[in-house]
């Protein structure tokens, strides 16, 4: 019988872990990985933890948002070396990271994926055969960084509130534990379970699950954003 090959990703878009981007067999570190403005250059960590040999690719991305969604597209701007790695257990191979320069007001977004490959070494295994992908953001300050500054809004939809937040800052906002609270007590997570991401100079938007509410109500939203260790607490008046 042939094997059945699966992918499974990891730290998907919008979905950050808080330790070691672990995913069963290999695991990047560290989980985020910030470049200074005019350095260029980062290294980070792949190791094998799985009892068998593994080869990964390495794949680096552009990264933007709009409307809401996210885009991946192959990156001309960074360089990785070594792009492909085979690990036996145990094994950890260190990656360099080198970015070509360029002058952006704002912070520079990108995504590392790493993705196992079927081992050609390897005799073909029976039965279902996964393969583990994970994905590590990638942030180059702006000569002059800002903290992420978050506007927010709010407005009636059919399912619920529509909740938008912009970012104005130069720099990601990495958002955890959304809350949207009425003035009656209600409680009602955002993203429960992830954490979102908005960079720097675009918005993000949710559909929460708060029906009734109309026109000139008040709603409070908290949560944390981790990307500078600040609490979230913005009152906000729904607008028509």
Request: charged share 15%; net charge neutral; hydrophobic share 45%.
């Amino acid at each position: 019988m042939r094997a059945l090959i699966v992918v499974l990703a990891a730290g998907a878009i919008g979905v950050g872990l808080a330790g070691p981007a672990t995913a069963g067999a290999f695991e990047i570190a560290p989980t985020t990985i910030d470049v200074a403005p005019g350095a260029e250059r980062a290294v980070f960590y792949i190791t094998n933890h799985g009892p068998q040999a593994i080869v990964v690719q390495i794949q680096g991305f552009d990264w933007r948002q709009s409307d809401g969604g996210e885009q991946l597209d192959r990156s001309d701007t960074l360089t990785i070396s070594p792009p492909m790695a085979r690990l036996v257990p145990e094994r950890r191979q260190t990656v360099r990271l080198a970015i070509t320069p360029g002058a952006a007001a704002a912070e520079r977004s990108f995504r590392l994926v790493a993705s196992e490959l079927p081992d050609p070494q390897a005799a073909a295994p029976l039965g279902v055969r996964v393969l583990l992908q994970l994905s590590v953001p990638v942030f180059v300050a702006a000569a002059h960084p800002t903290p992420a500054r978050l506007a927010w809004s709010a407005a009636p939809s059919p399912g619920g509130i529509s909740l938008v937040a912009r970012n104005t800052g130069t720099r990601h906002a990495k958002l955890l534990n959304l809350f949207l609270a009425t003035p009656d007590g209600a409680k009602v997570a955002v993203a429960p379970g992830t954490i979102s991401y908005i960079l720097a100079g675009v918005s993000r938007r949710w559909t929460v699950a708060l029906p009734g509410r109309g026109a000139g109500g008040t709603l409070r939203v908290t949560g944390h954003d981790d990307s500078d260790d600040t609490a979230i607490d913005a009152p906000i008046t729904i607008a028509p």
